[in-house]
T-cell receptor, first 116, second 112 residues
């Protein structure tokens, strides 16, 4: 069966410090991968998605970047964190269904980031 | 662009009572619809999904949802709520490759 891991689970970082969050998926190959951010009391905002190694699409302009160095690894980074980067970061993977665009996304446990 | 509205930010029900969480979507074509549940500090777990076919969809944990095209709705229901169902529930619509739009969520509180 497929599993998705995220680490760290919790992170407290000072403003201006770098960031690296990692997400890995097991039990599937060539998944689509996603990074979402969930701010307190709000829904999920899609940050990046990837359909293959080295292929990254950015949904919103921001202080963050993403990379996919391996098929089942997705990394979220920042060179200098802002206070507004605080939130709950969720990684997800998806598989296609029987029809076009019939994807189902499955989420990891999340990383809570607090920037002070 | 597609959008999802969950009009109830917070709902409180008694254990054993029935539950209905509302979800309305906006999309020009046939949408793909999902309900996820999130316990505090956790990721999202898929409850059920609708792609096509029977408009009444059964999910895990005793949940079901009904797709009503005429009302642009995909409401989530459960006949008898358990205290462990207390969580936040998100409706989402998928429309196009890799595009999933979420509602802002409904927080469910269950009183004993």
């Amino acid at each position: 069966s497929q599993t998705i891991h995220q680490w760290p689970a919790t992170l407290v970082q000072p403003v201006g410090s770098p960031l690296s969050l990692e997400c890995t998926v097991e039990g599937t190959s060539n998944p689509n991968l996603y990074w979402y951010r969930q701010a307190a009391g709000r829904g999920l905002q899609l940050l990046f998605y990837s359909v293959g190694i080295g292929q990254i699409s950015s949904e919103v302009p921001q202080n963050l970047s993403a990379s996919r160095p391996q098929d089942r690894q997705f990394i979220l980074s920042s060179k200098k964190l802002l206070l507004s980067d605080s939130g709950f970061y969720l990684c997800a993977w998806s598989v296609l269904g029987s029809g076009p665009y019939q994807e189902t996304q499955y989420f990891g446990p999340g990383t809570r980031l607090l920037v002070l | 662009a597609q959008s999802v509205t969950q009009p109830d930010i917070h709902i409180t029900v008694s254990e054993g009572a029935s539950l209905e969480l509302r979800c309305n979507y906006s999309y020009g074509a046939t949408p793909y619809l999902f309900w996820y549940v999130q316990s505090p500090g956790q990721g999202l777990q898929l409850l059920l999904k609708y792609f096509s076919g029977d408009t009444l969809v059964q999910g895990i944990k005793g949940f079901e949802a009904e797709f009503k095209r005429s009302q642009s709705s995909f409401n989530l229901r459960k006949p008898s709520v358990h205290w462990s169902d207390a969580a936040e529930y998100f409706c989402a619509v998928g429309a196009g490759a890799s595009k999933l739009t979420f509602g802002t969520g409904t927080r469910l509180q269950v009183t004993l």
